[in-house]
């Protein structure tokens, strides 16, 4: 326990972004240090870390007030990953003679399947983002495949409304104490896109609705942006609504190229123009 907390203090905190840091923060101080802090360094073996992965996905979700529901393979993973780069360190310095964390089995790697809404769930999920206030994020987000942090980090300064290059250069993260905005997550974040004209029409009439620099600011924070936690809240409730499947909200993007493929481009977006119009007349 002594030896993951000098390792995440002085090795890993000041290089990681503020989400990143939390993550980390996160697994080594309410799982790692907890559960296993008490065993001495060079006492730590493969059967070590092996038992407490084993315990972590029986019974290692902390929000389960039961105690009986355990966490999922891709977190334990993570977390193994944390002790393995830990005990690396810790070999590399002479504390210990090899590192246990090398040979541990770990659940398997799953890939998760990609999810698309159907033609007719794409309407409908659009026509109730509409009334909800949502069309346009969520349009962007179907034609560029953005993350969330990034689209709710967009200001209008980024959009060339003339050329339709949109340039992302922040994004907005949740953390245990609010929202901050930040640097995307790696270098080749910081990228520009080309638009479709459709699109940059759209926003240029959201823009005459939207006061301040945002391009989705906050309904609840005047000069804020929104928060990425909020809009994915809301993007499965609309998704509940409109009688859609579950998807995630990156699967959006692989819906717009499945109905691109299924529909010629012109059609596709004289159906979305349809879906506005409609709502426009209802309002």
């Known amino acids: 326990g002594d030896w993951m907390d000098y390792w995440f203090n002085t090795y890993c905190k000041s290089k990681l972004n503020e989400n990143t840091r939390q993550t980390y923060w996160y697994r080594i101080y309410t799982q790692i240090i907890p559960k296993i802090g008490e065993t001495p360094l060079n006492q730590v073996t493969t059967g070590t870390l092996e038992k407490f992965y084993s315990e972590l996905k029986k019974r290692g979700n902390l929000d389960d007030a039961d105690g009986e529901k355990g966490l999922a393979d891709s977190t334990v993973r993570s977390i193994h990953a944390h002790c393995l780069a830990a005990l690396e360190k810790a070999k590399n310095d002479g504390l210990i003679r090899q590192n246990p964390a090398d040979f541990c089995r770990l659940p398997p790697k799953k890939t998760k399947e990609m999810q698309v809404l159907t033609q007719e769930e794409f309407l409908r999920f ?158």
């Open 126 to 283: 659009l026509a109730r983002a509409k009334e909800e206030g949502y069309y346009e994020m969520f349009l962007l987000e179907l034609t560029t495949g953005m993350r969330r942090g990034e689209i709710v980090g967009l200001k209008w300064s980024d959009l060339n409304m003339l050329t339709g290059e949109l340039h992302i250069a922040r994004q907005v993260v949740k953390t245990a104490t609010g929202c901050i905005v930040t640097v995307p997550k790696t270098k080749s974040s910081v990228r520009t896109i080309l638009l479709p004209q459709e699109m940059v029409t759209l926003l240029a009439e959201l823009k005459k609705q939207t006061k301040g620099e945002w391009m989705f600011p906050s309904p609840v924070k005047e000069g804020e942006p929104r928060n990425p936690t909020a809009v994915y809240r809301r993007f499965q409730l609309i998704l509940e609504r409109s009688s859609c499947k579950k998807i995630r909200f990156h699967d959006l993007r692989h819906t717009f190229a499945t109905m691109a493929l299924e529909n010629l481009k012109d059609k596709l977006y004289e159906q979305m123009d349809q879906v506005y119009s409609d709502s426009k007349k209802t309002a």
